[in-house]
């Protein structure tokens, strides 16, 4: 059956409708799988940045966060955790890669062990093990974020810009970010380039880890 056509607006009030029952990784999935996201909706929230890729707020409350972010070519994240976060990402236009990583020790294991945060980083020796590559495109598969020790990047591919629309439950204001390059992790604050078709990145400023973290990455093919 093809995908019924949706706005934005229309996932934002469908997932409130969702909201008395348990957030479950398969259940969001179904749903976005059904589903195929008006372009045109999106483009308040399309704002894009020579600089960094951008993302962009559409909602946020207690269960869920819902962005577009917004790549240039050659942008990508830093390798980074998500906190114990569920996750959907949709490819709206362009190609992404997803770069999984498996933590596989370091030297600061006991910052795991605190209340709210997967953990506090600070390790200089971190041994991650490179996974598969998941390839991310307009009208493929709903990438996933799973609760336990995801550790990712997402890359842009080719020379077009790309668009993507990420779902998160619960929102998360940091999490980790590794620089395998140079041996260390660390906390990485996550601001937003416009909040509900504003930019604000001037006002806010971007988060001085997210600079830091573009420098020493691995290239991909
Ligand atoms: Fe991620």
Redesign the pocket.
């Given at each position: 059956m093809p995908p019924k056509i949706v706005s934005v607006g229309d996932v934002v009030e469908t997932l409130r409708g969702f909201e008395p029952e348990p957030f479950t990784r398969d259940r969001i999935l179904g749903y976005l799988s059904e589903v195929e996201v008006d372009r045109a909706s999106l483009e308040p929230y399309a704002h894009f940045s020579a600089e960094r890729y951008t993302r962009n707020l559409v909602h946020v409350d207690e269960v869920f966060e819902l962005m577009v972010l917004c790549w240039q070519p050659g942008q990508r994240?830093p390798i980074?955790s998500?906190n114990g976060q569920l996750?959907w990402m949709v490819t709206v236009r362009g190609a992404l890669a997803v770069v999984e990583y498996k933590y596989l020790g370091c030297n600061a294991p006991e910052n795991q062990q605190v209340s709210g945060l997967d953990c506090l980083a600070g390790a200089t020796e971190i041994h991650l093990d490179r996974g598969p590559v998941h390839e991310c495109a307009p009208g493929g598969p709903v990438a996933t974020?799973d609760k336990t020790h995801?550790i990712?990047q997402?890359v842009v591919q080719g020379r077009e810009p790309a668009v993507s629309l990420h779902l998160y439950s619960r929102p998360i204001e940091s999490c980790v970010a590794y620089d395998l390059k140079a041996q260390r992790c660390w906390r990485r604050e996550l601001s937003f380039h416009s909040r509900y078709g504003q930019v604000v990145a001037e006002v806010e400023g971007p988060a001085p880890s997210r600079l830091a973290g573009r420098r020493e990455l691995p290239v991909l093919r």
């Open positions: 994240t980074h998500h996750g974020v995801t990712h997402v």
